[in-house]
T-cell receptor, first 109, second 114 residues
Framework: AQRVTQPEKLLSVFKGAPVELKCNYS??????LFWYVQYSRQRLQLLLR??SRESIKGFTADLNKGETSFHLKKPFAQEEDSAMYYC???????????FGQGTTLQVKP | NAGVTQTPKFQVLKTGQSMTLQCAQD?????MSWYRQDPGMGLRLIHY???????DQGEVPNGYNVSRSTTEDFPLRLLSAAPSQTSVYFC?????????????FGDGTRLSIL
């Protein structure tokens, strides 16, 4: 069965510190993985997808199939990065997009 | 463009009442879906649709019905509301390619069942 696990409910760091939001998944096929973000008073929106191998707002995420992980990283956190972050998984076979539990990132000044 | 529009934004119901949450999109997206968001549970998929006339169940479909008579609209019905359905509900849509495409979300509907 598809499953996405984000082990941390809350991650609190100081401005300028490195950030790593953890995401682990279980899926027997070839998944596609995403990170979505919800800033305060805004709609949930796509941050990045593994297939694009891009860096958005300084964030990157690498798919590690051996460890079944897709951790989100940023070398220097900014206060405006404070938000709820969701890892999500899908496959073309199921037609479903499954989300993890979400991690609240709090960047302190 | 309005994008994805959800109505109402807030609603309080009594146990046993019925209600329809509305979702409309003006982007001609084929794929639409409903999620509920609960503390510690993240977003859980209720139902989804890959086009008009086609719907399928997600992770937590019990207690909810959907229909997709047009491309634009994807209403979610609660036939007999229960306190366990107290949640924030999000509708999302995307282009053909479904969940592999970036999902566009609505603002959400906050529903309380007393």
């Amino acid at each position: 069965a598809q499953r996405v696990t984000q082990p941390e409910k809350l991650l609190s760091v100081f401005k300028g510190a490195p950030v790593e939001l953890k995401c682990n998944y279980s899926y027997s096929g070839s998944p596609e993985l995403f990170w979505y973000v919800q800033y305060s008073r805004q709609r949930l929106q796509l941050l990045l997808r593994h297939i694009s191998r891009e860096s958005i707002k300084g964030f990157t995420a690498d798919l590690n199939k051996g460890e079944t992980s897709f951790h989100l990283k940023k070398p220097f956190a900014q206060e405006e990065d404070s938000a709820m972050y969701y890892c999500a998984l899908t496959s073309s076979n199921t037609g479903k997009l499954i989300f993890g539990q979400g991690t609240t990132l709090q960047v302190k000044p | 463009n309005a994008g994805v529009t959800q109505t109402p934004k807030f609603q309080v119901l009594k146990t046993g009442q019925s209600m329809t949450l509305q979702c409309a999109q003006d982007m001609n997206h084929e794929y639409m879906s409903w999620y509920r968001q609960d503390p510690g549970m993240g977003l859980r998929l209720i139902h989804y649709s890959v086009g008009a006339g086609i719907t399928d169940q997600g992770e937590v479909p019990n207690g909810y019905n959907v229909s997709r008579s047009t491309t634009e609209d994807f209403p979610l019905r609660l036939l007999s509301a229960a306190p366990s359905q107290t949640s924030v509900y999000f509708c999302a849509s995307s282009y053909l390619g479904g969940p592999n495409q970036p999902q566009h979300f609505g603002d959400g509907t906050r529903l309380s069942i007393l």
